[in-house]
């Protein structure tokens, strides 16, 4: 079993930053495809960012490539999301989630942080 668990949400003003961190327990994660995810009011969950287990690729959502910058550190089993030129459209829970290298699907996710951008 994993466990997630995030924080660093908060409200800031448009075209301000913050940065998510997602600390992970239960086992390591290193051999871990890991990714953000948000969910706005009335909105499904939407994928946001991934990182692959070796670093090696990253992917975005065409809505925040440019702005967002997922990392991660194996070492200290975290991973983070730096959020640049926020949004009010970015307002929303933001979930960090993990899945083994052979799923296709997340399996593991944390409780959500707020993340409010106000214009």
């Known amino acids: 079993q994993v466990q997630l668990v995030e924080s660093g949400g908060g409200l800031v003003q448009a075209g301000g930053s913050l940065r998510l961190s997602c600390a992970a327990s239960g086992r390591t994660v290193s051999a871990y495809t890991m990714g953000w995810f948000r969910q706005a009011p009335g909105r499904e969950r939407e994928f946001v960012a991934g990182i692959s287990w070796r670093e090696e690729s990253t992917t975005y959502a065409g809505a925040v490539k440019g702005r967002f910058t997922i990392s991660r550190d194996n070492a200290k089993n975290t991973v983070d999301l730096q959020m640049n030129s926020l949004k009010s459209e970015d307002t929303a829970v933001y979930y960090c989630?993990?899945?083994?290298?052979?799923?296709?699907?997340?399996?593991?996710w944390g409780q959500g942080t707020q993340v409010t951008v106000s214009s």
């Open positions: 989630a993990a899945r083994p290298t052979y799923r296709d699907s997340y399996n593991y």
